[in-house]
């Protein structure tokens, strides 16, 4: 499969811990999209990435999430100290440069704090 | 700032029947529109896109959606629908130029056979 792939799939957490995903892009895109996604509504960006440069944060990125892209390639978000209000799904996408307005998503990964 | 209202939020049909889902924005500028789609368990996919040229986009498997500039609005249809197209839609606004899109909260569509 060389789709979009994300890691884990589903995490549930203690309020307070720390969790770190990962995200896998297609191997030739250069763009890299976080989303958060809650029930009922549709994914709201959270920050994106052309190659290793972090280019734009939304101001649902408050300073507990930090995200990375050391080598232009995977990607890690992290959460730290986690709230119940975190929870949701964390939808990444990648994108070709020659094509940048399509997304291509991956499964997500679901989080749950209790 | 910019929004996207998908005004149907559950849509139940019987197969066969036909399907029209609405989108609008609120953005004033040039805009270039999308639909996806996200099957039950799956991830979401593109089902099709307007950049530019003609209004009414063609998708995969029989959907089409038009853009009107004067109405704001982006409404995905199909003429008959089938069971598998049960899935979740969701609209989704790039303002002209932005990398980043505005998804709208989406329509759940159940379709009986």
Not at chain 1, 54 to 62: D, F, G, T, V
Not at chain 2, 23 to 41: A, D, K, M, R
Request: hydrophobic share 30%; charged share 20%.
């Amino acid at each position: 499969d060389t789709g979009v792939s994300q890691d884990p799939r589903h995490k549930i957490t203690k309020r307070g811990q720390n969790v770190t995903f990962r995200c896998d892009p297609i191997s030739e895109h250069n763009r890299l999209y976080w989303y958060r996604q809650t029930l009922g509504q549709g994914p709201e960006f959270l920050t994106y990435f052309q190659n290793e440069a972090q280019l734009e944060k939304s101001r649902l990125l408050s300073d507990r999430f930090s995200a990375e892209r050391p080598k232009g390639s995977f990607s890690t978000l992290e959460i730290q100290r986690t709230e119940q209000g975190d929870s949701a799904m964390y939808l990444c996408a990648s994108s070709l440069q020659g094509s940048v307005y399509e997304q291509y998503f991956g499964p997500g990964t679901r989080l749950t704090v209790t | 700032a910019q929004s996207v209202s998908q005004h149907n939020h559950h849509v139940i049909l019987s197969e066969a029947a036909s399907l029209e889902l609405g989108c609008n924005y609120s953005y004033g500028g040039t805009v270039n529109l999308f639909w996806y789609v996200q099957y039950p368990g799956q991830h979401l996919q593109l089902l099709l896109k307007y950049f530019s040229g003609d209004p009414l986009v063609k998708g995969i498997k029989g959907f089409e959606a038009e853009f009107i500039k004067s109405k704001f609005s982006f409404n995905l249809r199909k003429p008959s629908v089938q069971w598998s197209d049960t899935a979740e839609y969701f609209c989704a606004v790039n303002k002209g130029g932005s990398y980043i899109p505005t998804f709208g909260r989406g329509t759940s569509l159940i379709v009986h056979p």
